[in-house]
T-cell receptor
Framework: QQQVKQSPQSLIVQKGGISIINCAYENTAFDYFPWYQQFPGKGPALLIAIRPDVSEKKEGRFTISFNKSAKQFSLHIMDSQPGDSATYFC????????????FGQGTILTVHP | ETGVTQSPTHLIKTRGQQVTLRCSSQSGHNTVSWYQQALGQGPQFIFQYYREEENGRGNFPPRFSGLQFPNYSSELNVNALELDDSALYLCASSLANRGSTDTQYFGPGTRLTVL
């Protein structure tokens, strides 16, 4: 019940295209859903996060869509750039778990010039 | 304001040895969480320290232990190393009160190789 399932495992997009990564969760106690970006040899860096009281959050080219009833959320990267090539992780946590993040398996995004 | 720092960057140990990894939290943060990231996987929660006390633990055996110091820096200790302990160990800090879900900021990690 603590799992977060992420898809696809890898994604190839042309420059200027839209990258979409999906996550699904089971634990209805989850109330905070961040996305992290990780470059090789680096720690994950927070990209954008959402709480379930809204269905969408946009920051620049990055948008999270959230469907509470389906227990799914997704990351959309508009106008994808080669510099966006990285591994993306969705995560979830519940207030009652004191910030323990449960991560998805990761998506390796490659943006071709 | 300094970010989260970890030391050492890389470490090679042999099976059965013990290792200590260190983390300095971001300025002003009072909570440190440790994660293990195996190659090609998402990070797995090990445990969290809040105001020098363990504040939650994932599915890791007791040979994984930790400390948090009054300045909120932290150590992760692993005894009786096994080959499967080879991974990137990540430290994340946040400013949190019990029950909150404040943003966690990650350090660059320590790459541990067990031979």
């Amino acid at each position: 019940q603590q799992q977060v399932k992420q898809s696809p495992q890898s994604l190839i997009v042309q420059k200027g295209g839209i990258s979409i990564i999906n996550c699904a969760y089971e634990n209805t106690a989850f109330d905070y859903f961040p996305w992290y970006q990780q470059f090789p040899g680096k720690g994950p860096a927070l990209l954008i996060a959402i709480r379930p009281d809204v269905s969408e959050k946009k920051e620049g080219r990055f948008t999270i869509s959230f469907n509470k009833s389906a227990k799914q959320f997704s990351l959309h990267i508009m106008d994808s750039q080669p510099g966006d090539s990285a591994t993306y992780f969705c995560a979830a946590t519940a207030g009652t778990s004191y910030g323990k993040l449960t991560f998805g398996q990761g998506t390796i995004l490659t943006v071709h010039p | 304001e300094t970010g989260v720092t970890q030391s050492p960057t890389h470490l090679i140990k042999t099976r059965g040895q013990q290792v200590t990894l260190r983390c300095s939290s971001q300025s002003g943060h009072n909570t440190v969480s440790w994660y293990q990231q195996a190659l090609g996987q998402g990070p797995q929660f090990i445990f969290q320290y809040y105001r020098e006390e363990e504040n939650g633990r994932g599915n890791f055996p007791p040979r994984f232990s930790g400390l948090q110091f009054p300045n909120y820096s932290s150590e992760l200790n692993v005894n009786a190393l096994e080959l499967d302990d080879s991974a990137l160990y990540l430290c994340a800090s946040s400013l949190a009160n019990r029950g909150s879900t404040d943003t966690q900021y990650f350090g660059p990690g320590t790459r541990l190789t067990v031979l």
